[in-house]
Every structure is written in C-alpha cells, then in structure tokens.
C-alpha cells in the first residue's frame, strides 16, 4: 500500500486514514487473509494513482490490527511495523498493488560499538524530548526499559519531526551502526536548533514586553494630560457615544440593551478583541432607523402618472399598486403588502419596483436573493462567531435609513438550500404581516418592525418558489410584451436612452416603424426588451464608427428596415414560425418557457417495423408519458378512423420534437402529438395556420393548461391565425390583454374528437371520424 507523506518505521504502531480505493481493497485483503502487507512511500506526495515507478523499493512490513470505516467511504486503519523489506518485482494483480519482497534483517550482536550508540542514542533523544514538548515523558521512561538496540532506534526515528525523505534515507540505511550514526547526527542538529529557536522566543517575550510598558506609560501621561488641561482637543468618545444612545429615537427595549452594552464597553480595555465586537453591536442599534419613517403625501393622479412615465402596459400591476395606495390614503397604518411579481426576464419587474416607490415618495431598497444559500444571509449570525454580522434586511434597513422604504427581494425563485440551512424558510418571517412586526435577527437579538415596510419580490417563475412562501404573497402574473408593446417602449424609452448613452443629439439617428419592427422579429425572440436595447445600442455604435471613418460627425441617419439589415447583418431569427403549407404528420403546438411563449413543430413518420413507439428531441418524462397517452388514444379510436385494429403492430411510429439539444417537458403538448399521429396515419395534412394547446388523457378529454397569455402571445408572433385551446381555460382567456386575443380565432375544445375535426385538412362537408363525439360520463 502506498503511503503519502509518511514513512512506518518497524516497532511502530500508527494510525492511516485511507481514502484510495485500491489501498482500501488492499488493506482489506491483508485483514481478511491476515497476512502481513507493506507499506511503502511514495516519491512524490501529490500522484493521486501511483505506479511502482512512483514508490521507494525499501518499505516495512506492517501487520493490520484494526479497520473502522468512516461516514464519507474513507478507512481509519490501526498498523503495526514488524521489519524493513525491499521490493524484489511487482506482480500484476488487477485489484491492487501486489509485489515478490525480501526482508533485511539487521545485525544486532552486541559489539562495542553497538553498545557506545546505544547510549548516546538514548543520552541525545532524552535532551532532545526535554527540549521539545510534543514528546510525551512516557516515551523517556519506556525507552529505559527497552534492552534491544534495533527496536530504541526505530521508536527514536518514528518520534522526529523531520520530513518524509530523510527519514526514507534513515530507513534505506545499513548497516545497523551506520543508521544510528546518521540519526546520531540528526539528533545533534535538532538540539541545536531548539536552542536556537529558545533564544529567539526569549528576545521577542522581552521587546513585547517593553512594547506593553511604553503603552501603559503612554496612556499614564495622556491621563496627566487630559487632568491638567492639556489636551485641546477633547473628544470624549464614550461621551459622544452615550450621548447619540440617549438621543435616538428608538424602543425601550433597544435602548436598554444599548446602554447595557455601553455600560460593559466602558469597563472593557481598550486593546480587548471583545471591546471592537461590542463597539461594533452598539453601532448597529443605533445606526438602525426604528422610528424615522419617509414623510410622504399620496396623491393618486401623480403617482399614476409617474407609473405611466415610466413604465408602457403592466396594467394589472399598476391598478394592484394604485389600489393599495388609495386605501392608505383613507387608513393612517395599514400593514405593508407583500407583492409578487412574476414574469420572464426583461419585462421591467425590478424597475417598476422603483417607479413605485416614487410614485410613493419613498426611498427604495433592494436585495438579490440570486445563488443566497445560507439562512445566516436573512437572519444574520449570533454575536458568538468572530466577524458576526446582521443579516440582509437589516443591512438593508441600516442603508435607507428610515423604517417604511419600498423593499425590492429581486430574484426570490433562486434561492437555494444546504446544510447551512434554508434562506427561503427564513423569508417566511419577514414577508408574513402578521410576524414581521417582531422580526428577529439573530445578531440583533431585538425584535425589529418590519410591518411598515412595502415588499415586493420578484421571480421568472414560481416553481422555485416554496409554497408556504406563495402562500404569504399576492401573486401578479406578468406577460411578455407583444410586438406593438416593443415598438412603442422602444420609440419612447430604448432609443432616446441609448442616443444619449452613445453620444448621439435628439434626431441624430431615425428608426422607422418598419426598422423597428424587422430588429424586433428577426434580431431577438424574446418577451421582454432587453435583447431588444442591446440591438439598438448595437446600431448606435455602428453608426458612430460610421461617421468617424468617413469624417461626417453631424451626418443624421434615417434607417429603414433594409438599412437596418445592412448594418446588423444576417437575420438571426426566422420570422413567423406557421409552415407555410398543409403537411402530412406535422401539428404545430404552444409552449410555456421562461422567457415567454414559444411555437413547438411535432413531427410523426412511419416506417415498417415491429410496433415500436420512438420518442425523440430530448423529452421529459412527463411530455414522454403525454405522447404514449396520444398512442393509446389514437388506437382506442382505430376503427373511427378508418384504421386496422393491429395497425400499430406492423408500423414502427417516431414522434420527434425539433431543437433536440434544448429540454421540454409537460403535458400540454399532449392534443398535438395525437393529431400529428392521427394525420400520419389515415394521411391526411394538418392546416399550417392552426396551432393547438391541452392535456390529453387516455379517454380523450382534454384537460386545462397554464401560461395561455404567453402561449397566445407566442401564436400572434408567429403568424398563427387560428388557436385551440381548453375548454376549462375560458376563465382566464378574460385575463389576455385583448390586443393578442383580436388578430387570433380561439376556439374552445373539450375532446380529441373535436380537435380532429378542426385541425385536420379535410374536404368541406366531410368528417374524420365515422361517427358522432361520445357524451361525456
């Protein structure tokens, strides 16, 4: 078994933490079979695999006393050295390191010379240990007793701090008398060394100790100072100190434990680590605002105003935030709301946190809660550990400076948990109106109010989100933009911004509608409008290298959408998603992502085969289980169809999703996948203008879906003009914005069947099926 770091001396019993797999087999192989095994170091500590090239030939051989495995999969081994030994060949073995050894026995005839080693062996290691303190009196006492020169010089060896290779050299060495002549010599210049380093110890004991008397002498004559008068300046920090704990306005109780603290800190010495830790506490009370609050008028004109300025749609959110304005302007205290707002990136949620606050007149904070794992982050850690903080919020309220801001927790579906505890957990306290009246930090350990504060949080989306968590929340829902949104924030808002950013006047640069409109579809596929600020600033920059090379620095730009194109370069995106022709085994479906809606093609072919079912474009399990439930649909009804009852067992049928290397999952591509099989097998095209959304169970009802706006968003974006969906998601078609559901022709579906007869391309006056839709029981 190689060894790291360390060389085994025989008559020497150690203790090995075995970590590598093969030394682990080894060592269980030596226990089982009890047999001995050797130990031998290695040249070099860092090779993590070692081949016999990487380990010294001499070793020792070591019985194996004891094994205990550890929690984490090491070993902790208890080994015993009996001899030296030199490897002679290494014998393959596929399991560990296997070799043909020889002992090398040592002389140890009682000669002269012998016996003279002996005892200045034993006179040099008895300086030695009373030198050093880590060698135990014991170890004296037993090497008295012990008459065999051999077993004196090995516990001698096993005991030095010298480093690995030179006690290998030491064990290499022989004779017996040349081996005790070297550790002779290494004795000599240990005890050297230890006297050495004793006499340095004593001259920096003596330079501290007058570093201590010039300071107790210092602060004697600043004490005669300060009594006769002669110190001018005269700032009495304690004084100060106590001053601003008796003047701020804070509780009782905050106020008492300040002063109790003060009252230690005054008795502490000045050079105390404990003195900065309770200096440190007292200055976070105070710096804390416990009853200055933003002294604001409501005016709801203004701040809808404000909210419009800044922000184009979000009228769901707006009304939400105006509402809870108008009752605070009726109601002296209302305990604070606690707003979540949910939507893909980029469609303004951390900046009208902003916006609200200036509509309210109060001041703004904000926490990311992105990657935050450690509980200690919300609630701070107890003054016990050295460099204790407060946690997030406090710091938070600590920076504002009053106790009502508006309070952004932005990115809150990304926290995670460990073992240092569960951030989201902590939340529960803070964002809950009738708890965070008392929120305690554990730094603190006062109660603070946090009831007069406004929360908002935001996210992406809310799986992230405990539900305890949801449940202390009002959730808005926020959709992404559509197109004519695009335009009109980026004619009022992106361009003006990026003009000026990138040293442009007003008027410098035009976009037209058109240009605008090509940068939206072909340039970024996204809901919200930063890919979109990104473009413009691109064109910004562009253009400015433009009029520099040509020397025109006052040359305006009108760009149209082919200019656009010509600075910009290829497209990269393909506007409008819908075939442009009917095709056999191709339905196009809706889908929910992060980043809003998207349009999915599913794709069916048939080929000859055995009854296999290929599923392919990196699938769920869920969506997986949603196109075998389509299978089992579609052969229920194979007599419907016009199908033979044993269709499926002399076809193989792929169903593929294309963009394979991104991830989908869900049910709700279930209808599609049925009509993609069902035009596949009785031949006949679906309609290239109709995309589809809804579950489908095996009885071939179709069952609710979520994200519908962005779904519906996605469809209008897409050139889609006709759009199936749910029956049960009639309630929240109300929720669209009317500008996505007016260009499309929704139509509500309760069965497969009726799916069938819409999207399939069938002559006028006929029907897929043979006969009527069944009842539902």
Request: aromatic share 4%.
């Amino acid at each position: 078994m190689p060894l790291r770091d360390i060389v085994i001396f025989p008559h020497m019993v150690a203790p090995l933490v075995v970590g590598r797999k093969r030394s682990i087999q080894a060592l269980e192989d030596a226990m089982e079979k009890k047999t001995d095994i050797l130990l031998v170091t290695q040249k070099k500590s860092g090779v993590e695999d070692p081949d016999p090239g990487d380990l010294y030939a001499c070793g020792t051989l070591a019985t194996v006393m004891q094994l205990l495995r550890l929690p984490d999969g090491t070993i902790k081994a208890l080994v015993e050295g009996k001899a030296r030994a030199k490897v002679v060949s290494y014998v393959p073995h596929p399991v560990f390191l296997q070799a043909e050894v020889e002992e090398r026995p040592d002389d140890t005839s009682p000669t002269p010379a012998l016996l003279a080693y002996e005892r200045e062996l034993r006179r040099f290691f008895e300086e030695f240990a009373l030198s050093n303190k880590k060698i135990a009196r014991e170890v004296i006492n037993s090497l008295k007793v012990i008459e065999n020169p051999l077993k004196i010089l090995n516990i001698i060896c096993s005991h030095l701090p010298i480093k690995s290779d030179e006690k290998q050299e030491i064990l290499e060495t022989e004779p017996l008398s040349t081996r005790m002549e070297k550790v002779l010599s290494i004795l000599n210049r240990e005890i050297e060394l230890a006297e050495l380093e004793k006499n340095i110890n004593a001259k920096v004991k003596a330079r501290m100790g007058k570093t201590q008397r010039d300071y107790y002498l210092g602060e004697k004559v600043r004490e005669i100072q300060t009594e006769m008068g002669q110190n001018e300046d005269g700032l009495d920090e304690m004084g100060e100190l106590e001053a601003t704990i008796k003047g701020k306005s804070m509780p009782s109780v905050a106020r008492e434990k300040a002063l109790k603290e003060f009252k230690k800190l005054k008795s502490m010495p000045p050079m105390s680590a404990e003195t900065t830790v309770v200096r440190n506490y007292i200055d976070c009370i105070v710096s804390l605002p416990w009853e200055k609050k933003s002294r604001s008028k409501i005016d709801i004109n203004r701040a809808e105003k404000i909210l419009n300025e800044d922000h184009y749609g979000l009228d769901k959110t707006k009304e939400r935030i105006l509402e809870y304005l108008a009752v605070q302007a009726q109601v002296k205290r209302i305990k604070g709301p606690i707003l979540c707002l949910v939507g893909p990136p980029g469609v303004g949620k951390t900046s009208i946190c902003k916006s609200i606050a200036r509509a309210m007149g109060r001041k703004f904070a904000r926490l990311s809660l992105g990657g935050v794992r450690d509980e200690a982050e919300i609630r701070g850690h107890r003054r016990t550990y050295i460099g204790a903080m407060p946690g997030k919020i406090i710091q938070s309220m600590q920076k504002v400076g009053v106790a009502n801001p508006v309070f952004c927790l932005d990115e809150v579906d990304k926290m995670s948990m460990d073992f240092r505890g569960d951030p989201s957990s902590a939340l529960l306290e803070v964002l809950d109106p009738e708890q965070n009246v008392a929120f305690n930090d554990h730094y603190l350990d006062i109660d603070y109010d946090l009831s007069e504060v406004f929360f908002i949080t935001t996210a992406n989306n809310l799986h992230g989100i405990p539900v305890p968590l949801q449940d202390r929340m009002e959730i808005i829902q926020i959709s992404g933009y559509t197109e004519e949104d695009k335009l009109k924030i980026a004619e009022g808002y992106l361009i003006p911004k990026q003009l000026e950013q990138n040293g442009f006047r007003s008027g410098d640069i035009q976009l037209t509608d058109g240009a605008v409109l090509e940068v939206i579809r072909r340039y970024t596929k996204e809901a919200g409008v930063r890919g979109l600020e990104r473009i413009i600033a691109s064109l910004c920059r562009k253009i400015a290298r433009q009029r520099l090379k040509k020397k025109q620095p006052r040359k305006k730009y009108r760009l149209t959408a082919q200019s656009a194109i010509k600075f910009l370069g290829t497209p990269k995106y393909r506007y409008g998603l819908a075939e442009e022709h009917d095709e056999i085994g191709l339905a196009t479906g809706l889908a929910w992502t992060e980043v809003g809606g998207e349009l999915l093609q599913i794709e069916a072919t048939l080929m000859t085969g055995s009854g296999q079912l290929i599923i392919t474009g990196k699938l769920g399990d869920v969506m997986q289980e949603s196109a075998r439930a389509a299978l089992s649909y579609v052969r229920s009804r194979a007599a419907l169809l016009g199908l033979e009852e044993d269709f499926y067992q002399k076809l193989d049928i792929h169903i593929h999703v294309p963009e394979g290397a991104i991830p989908k999952d869900g049910p709700s591509a279930g209808i599609t996948i049925a009509t993609t099989l069902v035009s596949a097998l009785v031949k006949v095209p679906v309609k290239h203008q109709l995309a589809m959304t809804g579950e489908i169970t095996l009885r071939g009802r179709i069952l609710p879906i979520g994200g519908l706006t962005e779904k519906l968003l996605a469809a209008k974006r897409g050139n889609i003009t006709h759009v199936l969906i749910p029956k049960d998601n009639e309630r929240q078609l109300q929720d669209v914005p009317l500008k996505i559901r007016k260009p499309l022709a929704i139509e509500m579906v309760n069965h497969m069947d009726e799916v069938l007869d819409k999207a399939l391309a069938v002559a006028a006056g006929q029907s897929l099926l043979k006969s009527a839709i069944p009842s539902e029981s």
